[in-house]
T-cell receptor, first 114, second 115 residues
Framework: GDSVTQMEGPVTLSEEAFLTINCTYTATGYPSLFWYVQYPGEGLQLLLKATKADDKGSNKGFEATYRKETTSFHLEKGSVQVSDSAVYFCALWQSNFGNEKLTFGTGTRLTIIP | GAGVSQSPSNKVTEKGKDVELRCDPISGHTALYWYRQRLGQGLEFLIYFQGNSAPDKSGLPSDRFSAERTGESVSTLTIQRTQQEDSAVYLC?????????????FGPGTRLTVL
């Protein structure tokens, strides 16, 4: 079945550091890929998405490129801020008859220290 | 407008008791999803509603779990004869159309603790 593997946390970085959170997936066909974020005390929210190979999703300074050849969707940000501290989830969706669910990774907790 | 809301925010129950968890989706959203997040694990899909029908129940872990949706709005997830392994955060999400490509909006979750 479909699965998502993401970098285990927790990850702790200093403010303005470069961030990469790795995500790889296993799926038949051509899934859509997502990053969701959960800030402290808040619900999950979509950060960015890409629906086909070579697409780049971007939002709030974060980027991720859909790499079919490496089945990856790594999340990057050039200069993190304290406000980026959150749990990040990589997810995929694929259209199969009757299948309308997102498959999530286990989440990566990111803490940014000033 | 209001986002997805869930109640209660926290529920502590004794093993063997039944619990009901409620989800109020965003008004007009036809698709509604339930997920479970156990400590240290990712989100686990439970069930999906399109309108009041549930075309995908594949994630319900046992027959102790059931869910319904009425008026294409509120949904209730019921867990009968709760077990300690049911302890988790239960998340509800809604989207304006079915299919994962449309953004799913998540509620804050209900934290269930079974003693």
């Amino acid at each position: 079945g479909d699965s998502v593997t993401q970098m285990e946390g927790p990850v702790t970085l200093s403010e303005e550091a470069f961030l990469t959170i790795n995500c790889t997936y296993t799926a038949t066909g051509y899934p859509s890929l997502f990053w969701y974020v959960q800030y402290p005390g808040e619900g999950l929210q979509l950060l960015l998405k890409a629906t086909k190979a070579d697409d780049k999703g971007s939002n709030k300074g974060f980027e991720a490129t859909y790499r079919k050849e490496t089945t990856s969707f790594h999340l990057e940000k050039g200069s993190v801020q304290v406000s980026d501290s959150a749990v990040y989830f990589c997810a995929l969706w694929q259209s199969n008859f009757g299948n309308e669910k997102l498959t999530f990774g286990t989440g990566t907790r990111l803490t940014i220290i000033p | 407008g209001a986002g997805v809301s869930q109640s209660p925010s926290n529920k502590v129950t004794e093993k063997g008791k039944d619990v009901e968890l409620r989800c109020d989706p965003i008004s007009g959203h036809t698709a509604l999803y339930w997920y479970r997040q156990r400590l240290g694990q990712g989100l686990e899909f439970l069930i999906y509603f399109q309108g009041n029908s549930a075309p995908d129940k594949s994630g319900l872990p046992s027959d102790r779990f059931s869910a319904e949706r009425t008026g294409e709005s509120v949904s209730t997830l019921t867990i009968q004869r709760t077990q300690q392994e049911d302890s988790a955060v239960y998340l509800c999400a809604s989207s304006s159309e079915p299919g994962g490509q449309d953004t799913q909006y998540f509620g804050p979750g209900t934290r269930l603790t079974v003693l």
